[in-house]
């Protein structure tokens, strides 16, 4: 399998340690012989991100706050200046007001409904709008999306409901983008900590309770999700698009464990 990803080059946003989502995926991508640019949010991430991508080679690494198109216009600027084109882009962005992912989601306020969808959901859409510009011969297009989008998980609350817009504007885009060769799909990982996940009220019951419940009986880890990704953003899923791949041990197919039941 080794250079799957040789001769691609490929945009990585979302990047914020060494326990991001987006860092799993980097580095599958890299160990097949991707050529990866970063992006990142604000100074002091920068200077995580900078060693950690020229730790995969790269030189590339570029601010970008999605909530300002003038400077995801200014990233995609600088891309297209030192690269000409993009084969692959990764969308690894969430963020919601932590007061609001613990308690009822019907009390979440119209501000912050405002800034999670448009951080969460609608940057996938921007950087889309921009990416294509570069996908002339076709490309992948990859987001991070959860289980919270299909069914209610405890304090997930509005990010539920933004992962579910997420997952549908992946549906549009497929179909959008699919007559120039370029795929979209979601990627659905199993709880993992990190930086964004730390936010989520009681995040370490939620892992607990996958564990114990989930087909493989294990939570999933940054490599399942980089090697899944990779797939995904490869000529391996040449035929794939639309999708929302779950990468969580199995946990959507579980209605109930049997050995849960009680006596009755
Ligand atoms: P993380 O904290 O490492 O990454 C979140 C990233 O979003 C950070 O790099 C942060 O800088 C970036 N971001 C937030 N607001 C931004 C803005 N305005 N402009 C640019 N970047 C911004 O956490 P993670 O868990 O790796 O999250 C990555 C993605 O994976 C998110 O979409 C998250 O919802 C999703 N996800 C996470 C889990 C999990 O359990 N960790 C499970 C499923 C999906």
Known sequence: MAG??????????????????????AQACAAQGAELAF???GEALGKRVTPLAQSVGSDLVLECDVTQPGSIDALFETLRARWGKLDF????????????LRGRYVDTSPENFALTMNVSVYSFTAV?????????????????????????????????VAKAAL???VRYMAM??????IRVNALS???????????????????KWNELNSPLRRNVTQEDVGKSALYLLSDLSSGVTGETHHVDAGYHVVGMKAE???DI
């Open 4 to 25: 799957l990803m040789a001769g691609k080059r490929g945009l990585i946003m979302g990047v914020a340690n060494k326990q991001s989502l987006a860092w799993g995926i």
């Open 39 to 41: 992006s990142y949010q």
């Open 89 to 100: 882009l990764v969308h690894a962005i969430g963020f919601s007001d932590k007061n609001e």
């Open 128 to 160: 889309a709008q921009r990416a294509e510009k570069m996908m002339p011969e076709g490309g992948a297009m990859l987001t991070l999306t959860y289980y919270g989008a299909e069914r209610v998980m405890p304090h997930y609350n509005v990010m539920g």
């Open 167 to 169: 997952e549908a504007s």
């Open 176 to 181: 959008d983008l699919g007559p120039k060769g």
């Open 189 to 207: 990982a199993g709880p993992i900590k990190t930086l964004a996940a730390s936010g989520i009220g009681d995040f370490r019951y939620i892992l």
């Open 260 to 262: 849960d039941a009680p």
